[in-house]
């Protein structure tokens, strides 16, 4: 079965301090890999985003992430946070191609504290 | 307008009441998808518009859950009969390509949707 798991609900981290938000998925498919992400009262917006190619792909703000084909990962780092850092961080994933389907983490809740 | 749009923002609803939800993608998407987003919980894929046909229908729940896109822009979720269980924010969003596979998808703010 496909599935995407986020096993952290809710992570503390203090400023400037580094952090992973871990996803893993399950597949016997191609996948595309995303993590969204959604600050206090706004929509989900992407933060980045594995099609293929570099494993690692980066974003603009200091994110970025790994695609790990063996342990069927796709973690999230910061090595220092910020304050504006704080939203909920959602790991998405579509399963072939194409997908018209995108599957959602639970969701990981990044709270910065200063 | 410069992003995806929703409305309403909130809705309450009596149980067994019908409501309709509306979306307006960003101008010239292709693609338009519905989520449905319970608490604490992450968006499941309800359906999937290209243009104005309905591609994919596997996510609703029931055959209370309606959506249609008429003319391939503005999109309409209907649920007849609510149920308490319908409680969730419902989200759309559109991407410029057809299908979700490689294509970013654009997110609006969200229909919260309360059913007493």
């Known amino acids: 079965a496909q599935s995407v798991t986020q096993l952290d609900s809710q992570v503390p981290v203090f400023e400037e301090a580094p952090v992973e938000l871990r996803c893993n998925y399950s597949s016997s498919v191609s996948v595309y890999l995303f993590w969204y992400v959604q600050y206090p009262n706004q929509g989900l917006q992407l933060l980045l985003k594995?099609?293929?190619?570099?494993?690692l792909v980066e974003s603009i703000n200091g994110f970025e992430a790994e695609f790990n084909k063996s342990q069927t990962s796709f973690h999230l780092r910061k090595p220092s946070v910020h304050i504006s850092d704080t939203a909920e961080y959602f790991c998405a994933v579509t399963f072939g191609d194409p997908g018209n389907q995108f599957y959602f983490g639970t969701g990981t809740s990044l709270t910065v504290i200063p | 307008g410069a992003g995806v749009s929703q409305s309403p923002r909130y809705k309450v609803a009596k149980r067994g009441q019908d409501v309709a939800l509306r979306c307006d993608p960003i101008s010239g998407h292709v693609s338009l998808f519905w989520y449905q987003q319970a608490l604490g919980q992450g968006p499941e894929f309800l359906t999937y518009f290209q243009n104005e046909a309905q591609l994919d229908k596997s996510g609703l729940p029931s055959d209370r859950f309606f959506a249609e896109r008429p003319e391939g822009s503005v999109s309409t979720l209907k649920i007849q009969r609510t149920q308490q269980e319908d409680s969730a924010v419902y989200l759309c969003?559109?991407?410029?390509?057809?299908?979700?596979?490689?294509?970013?998808?654009?997110f609006g703010p969200g229909t919260r949707l309360t059913v007493l």
């Open positions: 594995y099609l293929s190619g570099s494993t």
């Open positions: 969003a559109s991407s410029l390509a057809g299908g979700a596979g490689t294509d970013t998808q654009y």
